[in-house]
């Protein structure tokens, strides 16, 4: 799959170079079209962007002004005084990483036993872990209520971090089997006959080979636990507690709606977690949809 | 080609099944993990819709049926269940169309096309919360840039429109914001699908003068089947489950105008401190959930067979 993939970008690249694109009017209404909708995705966030650096009088001003009139770049050094957003990224950055190192921890063997190994159950195994993809703490979100609380975790960041780490083992184990079964075995087996134990040939070969693939799992189980929000809504209480997904929802309540500095919290929160996502573009759609697409 | 297609292919001329012993040391952890967040709760959920439970969540012996007998008395229930089915149909239906096209028009070759990828990724990445409260501050009724925009287009004049809080509209707000985070995932599945067709096919069928109309329709949409199936199903799924868009933009009110059985769910569990109907919508909820991933886990081991 990958290697024809790469041979498929390749002769892509070549033909690129070949042919050089030339300019004709239904190119340009095509490329016109396209900017215009790329744009129209990202309208909300310029928003955003922009109100974010408004002084406060101007949002309700009327007439409105889609622009700032004075750019006011200090709502973003104000914010940290005005909310608890200092306490609330950083309960999303423990969280997520937390969550996102169990789900190495725990789908990295599993995937490699998978893509090497035929054994009894392999196929219910796997069966198993493409159904909890499909479902979203959500719909159960009563039962975890109920088993967090019976092992007296309500309130906790652990709560989080185990149930997080359970939704998103999913994908971490259909996208690294994928990589890790391209792997030639032979490679492996060269290792082993120098000496490597199973698990020190995981380590030192194939685990280095297979980067793309566990960047790509790092990032999206920590974009994921980052956006996480009915979890997080049901069963931290605490306002010091709260991560920034549920945090920014008290702001609406609290503070009167300062759109200004609610919209500086969703930038600082947003912008970072869009380019590592865009960073692994290439490997979602495979992950998400356990391969049956790409 | 799938993933598992290639473990099987590179297992199958490897070592002769092992038994499932020797595997628990590797896989046990995950299934340790997903029985704990996924299997518990489920089975949790379905034991307390069978008992009696107080407000406060105290457990008081076997109710039978009791609690689905008390959740199909509110006379709400049947209102919010034919719109959960309007709320996906409408919001699938929707995003699958416009997603059709916008993967045919970022699949052609343009300058700054990465870009364009890049800008469509940016909802899928971005909290469904904060997109949902971004919206509602551009729907706005004064200060929101939409109506603005009306005004100066001309579109509207007098009375700029509530749209979030006019219960006219405010379902259709929501439908919106669903479609525009739904479309980036949908979009790329179509793209993936459209990448997977062998461009020899396609110009075979231009040097037996197929117009770029007929050989979509005729060549690249059949091909396209699996993964708009695909991407359907999912997106069933996910819209069915959508809480944070009803939750940060109308919690499902006024009343239960908006709710979903979703939101209902939740809100007679946790707002209202209804349990025992509440856990039996769960169950409900549950089970339509099982119904369509049964359908996925057999539309995906088709297409693992072809491979």
């Not at chain 1, 309960?91 to 725990?106: G, K, R």
């Not at chain 2, 993990?33 to 089975?43: M, Q, R, T």
């Not at chain 2, 039996?280 to 088709?302: D, E, H, Q």
């Amino acid at each position: 799959m990958k290697t024809l993939e790469k041979k498929n970008e390749m002769s892509a690249k070549v033909k690129k170079d070949k042919v050089k694109f030339v300019w004709t009017p239904k190119k340009a209404a095509t490329a016109f079209s396209a900017y215009m909708i790329g744009l129209f995705f990202i309208y909300p966030y310029i928003n955003m962007l922009l109100t974010s650096l408004k002084p406060n009088e101007e949002l309700y001003a009327f007439p409105m002004k889609r622009l700032p009139q004075s750019w006011q770049f200090d709502n973003y050094l104000e914010v940290w005084s005005v909310a608890p957003i200092g306490n609330f990224l950083r309960a999303s950055v423990i969280v997520s990483i937390c969550a996102t190192l169990l789900v190495l921890v725990v789908s990295v063997p599993a995937a490699y036993y998978v893509a090497r190994n035929r054994f009894k159950g392999r196929s219910a195994f796997l069966l198993l872990v493409l159904a909890t993809q499909m479902f979203s703490p959500t719909a159960l979100i009563i039962g975890i209520f109920r088993e967090v609380k019976f092992f007296g975790l309500l309130d906790t960041w652990a709560a989080l971090i185990i149930v997080n780490a359970g939704f998103n083992l999913a994908f971490a184990v259909w996208l690294l089997s994928g990589f890790f079964a391209s792997v030639p075995v032979e490679i492996e087996e060269a290792a082993m006959v120098d000496g490597c134990t199973r698990f020190q040939s995981l380590r030192r070969v194939v685990l280095p080979v297979t980067l793309p693939g566990l960047v790509t799992a790092v990032i999206f189980t920590f974009v994921s636990t980052w956006n996480e929000f009915t979890v997080a809504l049901t069963v931290i209480s605490s306002p010091t507690r709260q991560p920034i997904s549920t945090g920014i929802t008290t702001f609406i309540g609290q503070y009167d709606v300062a759109w200004e500095y609610l919209f500086t919290t969703t930038a600082i929160a947003i912008v970072p977690v869009v380019i590592l996502f865009i960073s692994i573009e290439k490997y979602l759609v495979g992950g998400l949809t356990a391969g049956s697409v790409k | 080609m799938t993933a598992t297609g290639i473990a099987e292919k590179k297992v199958k001329n490897r070592r002769p099944a092992n038994s499932t012993l020797s595997a628990l040391p590797w896989i046990g952890p995950s299934l340790l993990l997903i029985l704990l967040v996924v299997v518990w709760p489920a089975i949790e959920l379905i034991r307390i819709s069978l008992t009696k439970i107080t407000s406060a969540g105290v457990l008081e012996g076997f109710f039978g049926l009791g609690n689905y007998r008390l959740l199909f008395e509110n006379p709400d229930l049947k209102t919010i269940a034919v719109r959960t089915l309007i709320w996906v149909f409408a919001v699938v239906s929707i995003t699958v169309a416009l997603s059709l096209p916008l993967a045919q028009l970022i699949n052609q070759n343009f300058p700054g096309r990465k870009f364009v990828r890049w800008a469509m990724i940016v909802p899928w990445a971005a909290s469904v919360v904060m997109t949902s409260i971004i919206w509602k501050w551009i729907l706005e009724l004064t200060s929101g840039e939409f109506n603005l925009t009306l005004q100066q287009l001309g579109l509207q004049d007098g009375q700029p429109v509530d749209w979030l809080r006019d219960p006219r509209y405010s379902f259709f707000v929501l439908v919106w914001v669903a479609v525009f985070v739904s479309i980036p995932f949908t979009t790329f599945v179509i793209l993936a699908g459209l990448q997977s067709i062998p461009n020899d096919i396609v110009e075979a069928s231009q040097v037996d003068g197929a117009g770029p109309w007929q050989i979509y329709r005729r060549i690249k949409f059949p091909l396209l089947r699996n993964a708009l199936l695909i991407a359907t199903i999912i997106n069933l799924i996910n819209v069915f489950n959508s809480f944070p868009i009803i939750w940060a933009l109308t919690r499902g009110g006024p009343g239960y105008d908006t709710d979903t059985m979703i939101t209902f769910a939740y809100k007679m569990a946790f707002v209202e401190y209804n349990m025992g109907p509440s856990t039996a919508l769960g169950v409900i909820n549950f089970a339509f959930i099982m119904l369509i991933v049964l359908i996925y886990l057999r539309v995906t081991k088709a297409t693992r067979d072809q491979a």
